[in-house]
């Protein structure tokens, strides 16, 4: 049967795992949104110096793991001298920073090539008339190019927010005690599996509903003109 | 089609194969072994395991005359795969400890080393709570070293690492300032290599278990295969296959029994 003790006495340990893994989440998702979108511009971009460069980073990004990316930033820089000996080296010192500049390169990859896809989605005729009206490029893009893209980007990126959350888990692998490290101690201090891993279950799962109803919420307010409008022709029907 | 029957006669064959599974006559043993605690556990280049458990484990199987299959396992989850029956037996440099002892039950020690603190060349001169204070410590987790450290060295932060072998990574990279490790492992696989160029032991060995050695766990109450592991750990001491095998690693003695 389930120990309920186990769950009790090792709560404050998940409650602080739960810190470090939300803290991870939100740093490394505004990173990622932050520097996605000059690079999803550049990415769109007819000129191959600026389009190339980011395809490949996206491509070398999106082809490997992120756990082998997090190592090779971990315990890969550590043994560069000339990073070791670098100004640097007190942020690559903590487990912390390496965390985060892995999981940032890593959700800016995946969010640049979303962001890119909704810029190329746009309607040809919104930018024929907006290019008819005389706009510059810059406005353009303030203006009609990218309020549309990060609408119709908004599902797909809710995705990537989830699968990051799920993503966090990997940095327990370099120190960083995130939920499921403490799910792996609380499973090796108690020999406890189901309230271990069952308590971060519900954990993740309560994580993971919060944010999809928190893009639930940006959908409804965004995406407006897309639901269907079906309040009019049943109050018709009902005088 | 499944009939009824043939799924009834399935579930009842099935049972009486599990039931006769419940009594074994250990002829098969499945061991837990770890691969990250070099020279007594460690994976060749070649991607085989290798290392004094290994072959105390395989030393041990050729005794009993039993068919034995190696499983590694992270340290991690060591104990609780052993009570799930993912492997009968844990040969794994696994120190005897109170602790552990409400867990699982041991076999007599099969070695027995000291544990040692490791840093900087002359950074520090003794190994004391005071000198070591606000320096990072880094040891493996859930483990009597961890808990010496968490106990003796509050004024320390520690640096909780899953693998031995992440202790002198960290060491050598610098995220800590002082390992606390393996007398042997430190020695072997750190001090004595490239990596370990300018680090030394800082102050005595010590000793952890209060002298109760390195032993193979069973699943509590499996005593016919503790008392079949004893037989043969004594078998391989009285025979001198034991100290062939530690030759081959150690130019001292690991034995548990050198201080009688």
């Known amino acids: 049967m389930i120990d309920w003790s186990v769950i009790a006495t090792s709560l404050p340990d998940f409650l602080a795992g739960l810190k470090v893994t939300l803290l991870l989440l939100v740093i490394s998702l505004s990173t990622g949104l932050l520097l996605s979108v000059p690079l999803a511009v550049a990415r769109v971009s007819s000129n191959p110096l600026l389009s190339k460069p980011v395809w490949l980073y996206t491509y070398v990004i999106r082809g490997t793991p992120l756990l082998v990316q997090l190592f090779i930033i971990y315990y890969g820089f550590a043994q560069i001298d000339l990073i070791r000996n670098s100004s640097a080296w007190p942020l690559f010192r903590e487990a912390w920073f390496c965390a985060w500049l892995a999981f940032s390169i890593n959700t800016t990859a995946y969010t640049t090539e979303i962001i890119a896809g909704a810029l190329r989605a746009t309607p040809a005729g919104e930018v024929e008339a907006a290019k008819s009206l005389g706009m510059t490029t810059f406005d353009l893009y303030r203006r009609i190019l990218l309020p549309g893209a990060f609408r119709r980007a908004l599902p797909q990126y809710s995705n990537e927010a989830v699968g990051m959350m799920h993503a966090t888990a990997i940095a327990s692998t370099v120190t960083l005690v995130d939920l499921t490290r403490v799910a792996r101690d609380v499973y090796a201090n108690h020999l406890a599996t189901v309230e271990a891993f069952g308590t971060v279950a519900v954990f993740y799962f309560v994580l993971t509903f919060s944010l999809i109803g928190l893009f639930r919420l940006a959908e409804r307010h965004w995406l407006k003109h897309l639901r269907a409008q079906v309040a009019a022709p049943s109050t018709l029907v009902a005088k | ?260």
């Open chain 2, 1 to 260: 089609m499944f009939s009824l029957r043939s799924v009834v006669f399935a579930i009842c064959t099935l049972a009486a194969v599990s039931a006769t599974a419940q009594a074994p006559d250990w002829k098969k043993i499945r061991i837990g072994v770890e691969g990250n605690y070099p020279p007594f556990s460690q994976i060749t280049p070649d991607g085989k395991l290798s290392g004094f458990d290994i072959d105390i484990a395989n030393g041990i199987c050729a005794q009993l005359k039993a068919e034995c299959t190696l499983i590694q396992q992270e340290w991690d989850g060591m104990i609780p795969a052993l009570n799930v029956r993912k492997f009968d037996a844990i040969v794994a440099s696994m120190t005897i400890s109170e602790e552990r002892k409400k867990a699982v039950d041991f076999s007599d020690p099969y070695y027995d080393v000291p544990s040692r603190w490791i840093a900087k060349a002359g950074a520090f001169k003794e190994a004391t709570p005071d000198s070591f204070k606000g320096k990072k410590i880094a040891v493996i987790r859930n483990s009597p070293r961890a808990k010496f450290v968490a106990d003796n060295f509050k004024g320390s932060e520690t640096l909780l690492v899953n693998k031995e072998t992440d202790v002198y990574l960290e060491l050598a990279a610098g995220r800590a300032d002082i390992g606390f490790g393996s007398s042997v492992v430190s020695g072997e696989a750190f001090l004595k290599k490239p990596e370990g160029k300018g680090f030394a032991q800082v102050g005595p060995a010590v000793n952890l278990g209060g002298g109760a050695g390195v032993g193979i766990a069973v699943r509590k109450g499996d005593d016919a295969l503790r008392q079949k592991i004893n037989g043969a750990l004594k078998a391989m001491m009285a025979d001198g296959s034991y100290k062939k095998l530690a030759t081959k690693y150690f130019d001292f003695d690991v034995s548990p029994n050198r201080a009688q």
